[in-house]
C-alpha cells in the first residue's frame, strides 16, 4: 500500500502547474505523509474545493493506494 | 452507488445537525484520523451522530460517492458537507469552525 513521495509530488505537480508542493514522510514507512500545497490556482476556491483540486491531482490514489496523506493547501500571499 | 444508501445519508444528514461518517465508533475510533474530528467535537461541546462505515461496506463506498470526497471521516452539518480531517482540524484552530457552527444554530458549549 505504500508510495513514493516522489510520486506524490510528481503527480501533485503535473495536476497543479504551478504549485509549490512539500512532502513529509511522517513516520518514515512510506505510507503516512504530510503534503503542503501552494498554489495561486486555488484562490477564490473553498477549502473543500482546494483539497479537491490535489485529491483530482492524484488520479483516485487518495483514499485508497494513499491511506494517510495530511494536506495543506494555501494560497501564495502575491496572488 | 444503490440509490438505498444515498438514500439513507440523505436522510441521516437531515435529521441530524451534525454528522460524521467515520471509522470505529465515537467512543472507540478505529483511525488517528476519525479520532482527530471527534476530539475536536467533543471538545467543542457539540451534539453528534457518529456513523461507522465499517460496519457496512455500502455505506463506506456510498458516502465516498455521495460526496465526490475520496477519504473518511467526512462531518456533515444542517446537510451540507464540511470536509475531512485536515479541513475540520484547521477551521478548528482558525475559529472558523466555531463561528461556522453557531451560524447555523449549531450548540456549541466549549469545554475548558
Known amino acids: ?79 | 452507488m444503490d440509490n438505498s444508501v444515498a438514500e439513507r445519508i440523505k436522510s441521516d444528514i437531515e435529521s441530524n445537525d451534525v454528522v460524521l461518517y467515520m471509522k470505529g465508533t465515537p467512543v472507540f475510533p478505529q483511525c488517528g484520523f476519525s479520532s482527530a474530528v471527534v476530539q475536536v467535537l467533543t471538545h467543542l461541546g457539540v451534539k453528534f451522530k457518529g456513523i461507522d462505515v465499517l460496519v457496512d461496506p455500502s455505506l463506506r463506498e456510498g458516502i465516498k460517492s455521495f460526496s465526490s470526497w475520496p477519504t473518511i471521516p467526512q462531518l456533515y452539518v444542517k446537510g451540507e458537507f464540511v470536509g475531512g480531517c485536515d479541513i475540520v482540524r484547521e477551521m478548528y484552530q482558525t475559529g472558523e469552525l466555531m463561528e461556522m457552527l453557531s451560524s447555523k444554530g449549531v450548540d456549541v458549549q466549549v469545554k475548558a
Do not use: C, N, W
Not at chain 1, 32 to 47: L, N, P, W
Open chain 1, 1 to 79: 500500500m505504500a508510495m513514493d513521495a516522489a510520486l506524490i509530488e510528481s503527480l501533485i505537480r503535473e495536476g497543479i502547474p504551478d504549485a509549490e508542493v512539500r512532502i513529509e514522510d511522517l513516520r518514515g514507512d512510506g505510507d503516512h505523509y504530510a503534503a503542503y500545497v501552494e498554489s495561486a490556482a486555488f484562490k477564490g476556491k473553498t477549502r473543500v474545493q482546494q483539497h479537491k483540486m490535489v485529491y483530482d491531482a492524484l488520479q483516485g490514489r487518495m483514499g485508497g493506494e494513499l491511506h494517510a496523506l495530511a494536506l495543506q493547501t494555501s494560497i501564495p500571499k502575491d496572488a
